[in-house]
Every structure is written in C-alpha cells, then in structure tokens.
C-alpha cells in the first residue's frame, strides 16, 4: 500500500479558509429520526448504528464552560438499512445537564470548569455552601459503547450513564458505590464472553491502578435495567502507585489472549491540587503535569490470575492517550500506541476551549510544532538470567524495536521504540482497527484521524498499513471536520480490511450540509455521503461504536 493522499474530487476550495468555532457552539437535538440525503451507494449488506457521543452544550444562561471536555454529552445516532440512512441525536439527561438547564447556570465544576454561586441564593446560603461538600458531576461525553440491549456512556470518571437505543436516558451507575475507584479510562475492552474490561485508578490511601472486570449484561429476574449487571463490576489486579502524591494518569490500556498491559506514564495528577479543587468545586485541569524526564512504566499482568509480572518496561519522556492494538508473537508482547511528543501538544486536554472558538490557535502556530504518531513497543517475556546489559532481548525479526536489561536490576528492561510511519505523514491519532478479528492478535492495519499541513483539529482520515509503514489519506473539503474511523467488516470477510469505514463529519461552513461518509475498507476510496436535513446539526464528537441490527 502505497502512502499517498485520496482527496475529495470536489475539493476546488482548498486554499479558503474557514473558523472552526461553530465545532464548540451548542448543537439542537434531533429528537425524532430524519431521513438523510444518500449520494453514491452503500452496500447492501450493512445494516445497523453508528452511534457516538461528544460535548454538545456549552452555555447556560450567561454562564459557558471553560473546557471542551465539559460540554453536556450529546449522543447521536446513524442508522443504516438497505441502502437508507436515518439520523437521531439526544442529549443525555444527567443529573448536571438537568440542573444546569434549569438554574441557567453551572451547578456542577467540570474537568477545566469550577461551580459558579447561585446568584439568587442569600448571602447566608452562599456562605454555608463554603462548608458543604459541591455536587459530584455525573456529565459523560468521551465515548459510547453497546451493553446487551442498552448502551453506555463514559468519561474518564468511575460514572456510566445507561441509554436506550432510541437514545433516552435510563439512568447513571456510580462504580465508587461498589468499588475503590477514583479514575477510570473510557476505553474498554471486550472479553470473549462479553465481558468489559476498564482500567482505573484509586486513590484512597495509598493511590493504586487497577483492571476492573465488568460481567456481561444479563436481564434480572423482574426488571432488564442494565444497571443491575453494571453494579457487579469488580477489580480483579491493583497496581501499587509509583508515586504517593502524584499518581499518573493513563487513557487507555492493552489487552491481548493472555495478559493486560497497562503504563503509568509521564502525566501525573497532584493529589494535593486536587483535594482543594474538589472542595471548593473548582477545575481541576491544571493540577496535571508533564514530566519529559520521566519514565513512562509498562506493567504486564495475567489475565487468568489478575498476578502482575515482576518485570517492568520502561521509556523516558513517552505520553499518549490511545493504544492502537496489542499482540503475543514468541514470546514477546507487543503493543502499537499513538504518542504525542510531549504532552503540551495535547492542547485539546490543556486548553481553554476559547483558544479554539478564537482561532488562537492560529496565532500561537500550535500546528507547526503539533506531533503525534504511531508507535511501537516490544516487551520480551522471558529475560535469560545474568544476560548482558548491551544484548538486544527483542528477538522479533520485523521490528527495530530494542529491549535491554536496566543495569540496576534485573526487572528492569530499557525499551526503545520504532515508528510506524515515516516522519511528515505520521501525524494521526484516535486509532481504530478490525476489533473483533484482530484485537489482542497480530493484525495489518489501523485507521485514525489525520492532520493536513496548516491545521490544528483533525481535517482527514488515514489508513496505515504496520507492515509496510504507508499510508492511505481521505480528506474532504477545507471545511470538513471527520470524526474517528469506525471500522465494519463484510459479514462474509475473509480478509482483515474487508468492509467499510463509517464516520460522521461536520462541515463548518454554513451553506453545507453535515453527513455520513462511508470509505472502503481496502481502498479507503469513497462509496457514498449521507447529508442531514438542512437545519440538522451533526455535533462534533469524541468516540464511538458501531452495532449491527
């Protein structure tokens, strides 16, 4: 596959310029399903929803959020069938979304947003809120995925909000409730009995990372809430926190047949910070930290006996926010991530949200320094005793990778790294692959959102082939924004990359029409759009799934 650029054939307006605010404006909802305008065709056999969720709200009354992670999550849904597409698109009904729209203020402090007083309170009620515990937020709005009948909705917090298909909120489940659990990533993983797997982190005593097993769901005798199965989450590994006050903060983790993967990176979150902030309902956005002199830690646990391995893995300096896949090949585990190079790149996490509603980020030329890109990480398993410090342990013939014994102990391994594509066209993040063929297997490709030279949000989708380190790019008009790449298989595949690739886009430019797109698995060319009704908006989003019906 060679790497080359697939662009829109109507693309004539790619020197025009267009803001990128309306991406952060307030989306109406789309309550009933609307017909969408198909152009081009889509295959036959796909038949089911692409469902995703975003920030979608942003003001109350005269109040707005700071941050884009604390919009009120907005979900929404395309439906395919036959050839025909619907839209739908709801608001989640959380218990913060209900009580900011009907104080018409914010009531509940958010990742990069503090609790603003109620104007209308006395001054007695203000001053006796100092000494009462601020409401614990219940907002999610970073990804959604499907639970037996019902689907689920997360952030990185332990509170799942619960949603029918036709999108109606059914309730929250509070994972604090029945387990130790402070943080928790909103990339699960799927088990083959269906179970869900998360990671977290607690930090009650002495701060620790676990993997939490989530049974699957299953109707309870007189009710089918799928809260009743969701409450039975249980922690099955704890990892003791290098550091007491400054536990590191992970996004997503590895999991293959037989072990989990998980790394305290190079971001950590100061626990001292953050006690102030919860207690006074202020943001905590800036009591995280980047610390390129760091190690980033790899631990590797079993996933049949939840036992942690004795030996560690370590890097300087790597943070990242999404694995791409990880695999067992002889005896070595190895792991694909998407890394940033350092964590001030990730301005989406750091930023207030009107650096981007301004086109700040223009003139700060964040883009000419923005990197990111795909790398890859061999952990041998078996370590020879009394092996040389200098002898290479990865035994992998297809990869640069390196792997060294630390000479200060001999649970330590140095890792080195190799990129997956070269340098100028590996900028491309929010991977998604083959997941029911080829998570925890040896796999080929992933696909991503990209970057185009001059921008700073993801303007295009990439296709990369790991093997050959190339890459396919689809990117639409200079207006155009896609979503992460949801990959979905022919039902009769033999080969991985047989099936389609599914994204929403939003188009900032008003006189355009928001729509489905639908590439080709292999040649990432496109098969068909499916334009919204004008006046429909399709919200910006996060993450997402895809389910067959």
Not at 96 to 105: D, E, G, I, K, V
Not at 336 to 341: E, H, M, N, P, T
Not at 353 to 369: P, Y
Not at 416 to 431: A, F, K, N, Q, V
Request: aromatic share 12%; hydrophobic share 35%.
């Amino acid at each position: 596959m060679d790497s080359k650029d697939l662009f829109n054939n109507n693309n004539n307006e790619s020197s025009k310029e267009y803001p990128i605010s309306t991406l952060f404006e307030c989306f109406p909802e789309c309550l009933v399903d609307v017909f969408a305008d198909v152009q081009g065709v889509i295959p036959p056999w796909l038949s089911g929803s692409l469902v995703r969720v975003g920030p979608g709200k942003f003001k109350y009354g005269e109040q707005e959020v700071k941050h884009w992670f604390d919009g009120a999550g907005i979900l929404h849904k395309f439906s395919v069938a036959e050839g025909r597409v619907t839209f739908q698109s709801k608001f989640i009904e959380s218990e913060a979304y209900r009580n900011n729209t009907a104080q018409q203020r914010i009531t509940v402090a958010e990742f990069g947003t503090s609790i603003t007083p109620d104007p209308c309170a006395s001054k007695f009620a203000r001053f006796k809120s100092w000494f009462q515990l601020p409401p614990k937020g219940d907002n999610v709005n970073i990804n959604v995925f499907k639970y037996g009948d019902f689907l689920v909705a997360c952030t990185d917090s332990p509170v799942f909000q619960t949603v029918t298909q036709d999108l109606n909120t059914v309730g929250s489940v509070d994972l604090t409730e029945v387990i130790s659990l402070t943080l928790a990533t909103a990339h699960p993983h799927f088990g083959e009995d269906d179970s869900i797997y998360i990671s977290g982190s607690s930090f009650k005593g002495r701060p620790n990372h676990h993997i939490v097993r989530i049974p699957p769901y299953s109707a309870v005798a007189g009710t089918d809430d799928p809260r009743e199965s969701l409450a039975k989450a249980e922690i099955i590994c704890s990892i003791p926190s290098r550091s007491i006050f400054n536990p590191s903060y992970s996004h997503s983790f590895g999991m293959t047949e037989n072990y989990f993967i998980y790394c305290e990176t190079t971001v950590s979150l100061s626990l001292i910070k953050t006690v102030g902030k919860v207690l006074t309902g202020a943001a905590v956005n800036d009591a995280f930290s980047y610390d390129p002199q760091e190690m980033a830690v790899f631990h590797i646990i079993s996933r049949t006996t939840g036992k942690v391995l004795p030996t560690k893995y370590q890097i300087p300096g790597l943070f990242f926010f999404h694995t791409i896949n990880s695999y067992e090949d002889e005896d070595h585990v190895v792991l694909d991530l998407c890394s940033f190079s350092d964590f001030q790149t990730a301005d989406l996490f750091t930023q207030p949200i009107e650096l981007f509603k301004n086109n700040e980020w223009k003139r700060k030329k964040h883009w000419s320094t923005y990197k990111h890109y795909p790398l890859r990480l061999v952990f041998p398993l078996s370590i020879p005793q009394k092996s040389p410090s200098n002898s290479n342990l990865v035994k992998l013939k297809y990869t640069k990778c390196t792997a060294y014994r630390n000479p200060s102990s001999d649970l330590l391994i140095d890792v080195t790294s190799e990129r997956l594509l070269p340098e100028g066209e590996d900028r491309i993040d929010i991977p998604q692959i083959n997941y029911a063929k080829c998570n925890g297997r040896k796999y080929r490709y992933f696909y991503g959102t990209g970057l185009i030279v001059n921008q700073y949000f993801a303007n295009a989708l990439g296709k990369v082939d790991v093997v050959t380190k190339s890459s396919l790019r689809w990117r639409g008009s200079a207006s155009q924004y896609p979503s992460e790449p949801v990959f979905v298989p022919h039902p009769d595949a033999t080969l991985e990359d047989d099936g389609v690739v599914l994204a929403s886009v939003c188009d900032v430019d008003p006189s355009k029409r928001d729509f489905l797109l639908v590439l080709d698995g292999k040649t990432f060319q496109e098969l068909a759009r499916a334009y919204v009704p004008e006046k429909v908006r399709v919200p910006y989003s996060i993450h997402g799934s895809y389910y067959s019906i």
